[in-house]
């Protein structure tokens, strides 16, 4: 028993090799057992595999960083996508970002609103894929297992030609004069693309991340209608004065 887990186990990672992602019940067919079977087999194996939305990944050297960043700030990312919802009206065709808050929104969309939503990371196709109200879009290139986004290339040009009502970004630092930031630079083509053609343009961020500057830049503050963000303390709302009327801070209308 142990030697036929060991063997599927490493079918299993070369089948990853290259791909990067292997949807559950493909691996179940590929190694001729049940769905149940990859999922005990994988949580043996938590340095080599990790399982997300469906789909099996590679794991990194130091651990999925998604899985570890999911439950920072977790209820703040609630109160920001809450707001942000109340903006996606009937017929809109929206882009949704990577990352860990902008889950929050697709799972508040309105269940009456029909939309066109597109994105490129595992974490908002999934949720949404057996939504009857929703098309979906998503641009598909290298999939890169810590944000469960995929590096989109050829995708670009399908961006480019579709016309998108409101983006929604993420970012993991935002900064008055360093600008608006994330930690994987494969996310800048994207998000600067989606930013170009959008009517709207929303940054949804916690308020953990401002006075932060990540390693990859891709928009300055002014860029956006409006940055909505969780209640900040007051050292932290000090700080904020300079972003103006773009500022909402979610949860406090009265």
Known sequence: MVKRK???????SGALYGRGALHLHEAAALLDVSPMTVRRDIATAPEHFTYLGGYIVAAGPEGYRLERERDNHASAKAIVCAHA???????????VDCGTTTPHLVHRLPAEVKVTVVCYALNIAEPLADNP???????????????????????????????????????????????VSCSNFHEVAVKQAAMSIALEKHLLVDASKFGQ???AYFANVDQFDSIITSPPTPDVMAELADLGGRLVIAGAEP
């Open 6 to 12: 060991k063997d599927r186990l490493r079918r299993l």
């Open 85 to 95: 919802a109340r903006l996606i009206h009937d017929g809109d065709t929206i882009f």
């Open 133 to 179: 109200n929703v098309q979906l879009i998503l641009l598909g290139g290298l999939y890169n297992a810590s944000s469960a986004s995929f590096a989109v290339d050829d995708g670009l040009r399908t961006l480019a030609r579709l016309g998108v009502n409101k983006a929604f970004l993420s970012a993991g630092g935002v900064h008055p004069t360093r600008g």
């Open 213 to 215: 500057v990540k390693s």
